[in-house]
């Protein structure tokens, strides 16, 4: 099979993955084969490219935003059949037995596996995926369009629930950046009955995207926005927003970084967290996270903005999302 090879962390300005010809993978115990038809370009695979996050496996096969076909079924797979539509996204599997799986917090599991960072991911024709941790696909969503809804709609969704907001009509939520998880989250909070402040520095494409999707407000990065927010989501991987966003929120609001990796959060004054604001981060997904987003984003009519790359062209899609140059989503097109 083709797929794109990492073989040394290094900035994507230095082109880091090369095209290869590999082995096709056999599905194992419990394991599903999957014809890749498209790939999502998240900003973690950036992290995971330039070595902002720690090298876990090498050579690798990034992207962890995977939507494709079953191809063979491994040893014990029940629930699938060959010709099955079915995403990955980045959780790949959990131990299963320890407190935090057991408690409902597998997202947290210290044996994780992580599509694209400890194992291969979705750069390729054919992936490994397993079976308990792949989602049908709604029919509603083409191929192309369902990619960036298996990390960054997923991510999004439990950013969404990590607000503390229980009631959603005439909320008011600030999000900060606004690329693919940004661009899916605010059509989630809109047909709750959210009002959504927007606070991103990209005027072309993500200020434009934004007043496209129903922002209530759109301003640069750091703008206080014209009301006290009573949450808000950072998901620019930029730790110098936290400041702006903490002074942004109501007494009792709750600030939610959403990245896997943030640059330094500058010093705070108390006064920027007195009177019960909380700051707290969000650490990959569950999959009830995934099967319930997905469901809701089929409800909601969700429509993902996105440009697509020729798989041998990853290394352009990275550059173009490190540069802010993607309006929504980039997603590699891989196969019919």
């Known amino acids: 099979m083709r797929a794109c090879l990492l073989d040394v962390p290094s900035p ?3 082109r880091p993955l090369r095209w290869a010809e590999l082995p096709t993978p056999e599905p194992r115990a419990g394991e599903l084969l999957l014809r890749v038809r498209a790939c ?4 973690t695979d950036l992290h995971v490219v330039e070595g902002e996050l720690a090298r876990r496996r ?6 962890h935003q995977i939507v494709g076909i079953v191809e ?10 060959v010709g099955d539509r079915v995403g990955v996204g980045w959780l790949h599997s959990t131990c299963g037995r320890c407190k935090r799986c057991t ?4 997202n947290l599991c210290a044996a994780a596996e992580l599509t694209g960072w400890t194992t291969d991911g979705g750069y390729a024709e054919h992936a490994r995926a ?3 941790f ?15 809804l298996l990390c960054a709609g997923i991510i999004g969704y439990r950013a969404l629930r990590l607000t503390g907001i229980t009631s959603w009509s005439g909320a008011r939520l600030g999000l900060y950046g606004f690329g693919a998880a940004g661009h899916v989250a605010i059509q989630i909070a809109r047909a709750r009955g959210a009002d959504v402040y927007v606070c991103t520095r990209d005027r072309e494409r993500h200020q434009a995207l934004a007043g496209e999707l129903g922002a209530a407000w759109v301003g640069d990065a750091a703008e206080a926005p014209p009301v006290a927010l009573d949450a808000s ?3 620019a991987p930029a730790g110098e927003l936290v400041p702006p966003a903490l002074r942004a929120l109501d007494e009792g609001g709750t600030l939610v970084l959403g990245g896997i990796h943030m640059s330094p959060i500058p010093e705070l004054e108390y006064a920027l967290l007195w009177r019960e604001r909380v700051v707290r981060s969000v650490a990959n997904n569950t999959r009830a996270d995934g099967r319930e987003f997905l469901a809701e984003a089929a409800r909601a009519g969700v429509h993902t903005s996105i440009e697509t790359f020729p798989l041998e062209r990853a290394n352009d899609a990275l550059r173009a999302l490190k540069h802010d140059a993607i309006r929504g989503a980039a997603v590699l097109v891989v196969g019919e």
Not at 72 to 81: Q, T
Not at 103 to 106: D, M, V
């Open 12 to 14: 994507v300005e230095n």
């Open 40 to 43: 999502g370009v998240c900003r």
């Open 58 to 63: 090498s050579p690798l096969v990034p992207g």
């Open 72 to 81: 063979a079924l491994g040893p014990d797979v029940s629930g699938f059949r």
């Open 103 to 106: 408690s409902g917090r597998e």
């Open 130 to 132: 397993v079976a308990d």
């Open 134 to 148: 792949v989602y049908p696909i709604p029919d509603g969503f083409e191929d192309l369009a369902a990619a960036p």
């Open 233 to 235: 989501i950072v998901f």
